[in-house]
């Protein structure tokens, strides 16, 4: 609560924030096997405001994913991630 707590105190002390900023590919149920993954710029937040827990895939986040796949070539291997 920023009416509570500093920015400052928020960023060093803030379990919560610690566990959004270390999550990765491999805590996402349903993204580690898919092949738009180099596509998919997958945010925590945009599945947060339709309601589902932050690691939850949601399907606008695939849709992007998918034309990013029709449309660009990929920055980084798979293997990468």
């Known amino acids: 609560n920023i009416y509570n707590n500093s920015l400052t105190a928020i960023w060093n002390d803030s ?5 959004i900023q270390e999550y990765c590919w491999k805590d996402c ?5 898919c092949n738009k993954r180099p ?3 997958r945010c925590g937040a ?3 405001i339709v309601g589902h827990h932050y690691l939850e895939n949601v399907a606008e986040t695939c849709l992007l994913a998918d ?6 070539i990929p920055r980084k291997k798979m293997e990468t991630y």
């Open 15 to 19: 379990k919560e924030l610690h566990k």
């Open 29 to 33: 149920k349903g993204c580690l096997s």
């Open 39 to 41: 596509y998919c710029v």
């Open 46 to 48: 945009m599945s947060y």
């Open 67 to 72: 034309i990013r796949a029709n449309n660009y």
